[in-house]
C-alpha cells in the first residue's frame, strides 16, 4: 500500500498546514466529501476534491517552523495508516467486510467496569510485550546463527565449542 499525501493549504495564522492522505487504490475522488446536488465531487481550481474525508488541520507547535524534511516527516508519521488500509479493503470485493458477528449484537447494551477494562488493557500489553520478547529473541538467534557462520569460516573447531555449550544448555532447561 502506497500513501500518498497532500498539503491543502497554509494556515500562518494557525501555524499549521491542512494535509490530505490518500492512497493508489483509496483515491482523492474516493475520500471527496464536497458533493454537488447531482452527486458529482466539487473540485477545486486545481482540479482536485474541494475537502476529502482525511484532510487534517496539523499544527506545527515548533516556532520558527522546522525545515522541509522534518515537516515532510511529520506528515507521513502522522497519516491515518489503519484506517487507509481499512477503506482498500472494505473497497476490495475479495474481502469480507459486511460485520457480520456485529449485526448480531446491534440493539443490545451492555456495560464494562473501569476494573475490566483496566485488566483487558494489561493483559494485552502482556501479550504484546511477550510477542515483542519473542522477537527479540529470533532476532539475537538469527544474529548469533550469522556470527556462528563467520566464525565458522575463519576456525571451525570454535564451533564445535559453541555446540558442547548449547548441548550443556540445553540439558539445564530440560532439568
Do not use: C
Not at 2 to 27: E, M
Amino acid at each position: 500500500m502506497n500513501i500518498h499525501y497532500r498539503i491543502v493549504k497554509v494556515d500562518p495564522a494557525a501555524h499549521g498546514i491542512v494535509v490530505r492522505y490518500f492512497t493508489d487504490k483509496v483515491t482523492e475522488m474516493d475520500l471527496a466529501n464536497s458533493l454537488n446536488p447531482d452527486g458529482s465531487v466539487i473540485l477545486n481550481a486545481d482540479g482536485y476534491p474541494l475537502s476529502t474525508r482525511t484532510d487534517v488541520m496539523m499544527s506545527i507547535y515548533d516556532t520558527p517552523a522546522p525545515n522541509n524534511e522534518e515537516i515532510e516527516k511529520r506528515i507521513m508519521l502522522n497519516a491515518p495508516v489503519d484506517w487507509l488500509k481499512l477503506q482498500e479493503d472494505i473497497k476490495d470485493p475479495n474481502v469480507d467486510t459486511k460485520l457480520s458477528n456485529a449485526r448480531n449484537l446491534t440493539g443490545e447494551s451492555k456495560a464494562v467496569t473501569l476494573d475490566d477494562l483496566n485488566g483487558m488493557r494489561q493483559s494485552l500489553a502482556e501479550t504484546e510485550r511477550q510477542e515483542r520478547s519473542v522477537e527479540d529473541a529470533n532476532a539475537v538467534v538469527i544474529n548469533l546463527i550469522d556470527a556462528l557462520k563467520v566464525i565458522a569460516t575463519e576456525d571451525p573447531q570454535l564451533i564445535k565449542g559453541f555446540y558442547d555449550v548449547i548441548k550443556d544448555l540445553q540439558k539445564i532447561a530440560e532439568s
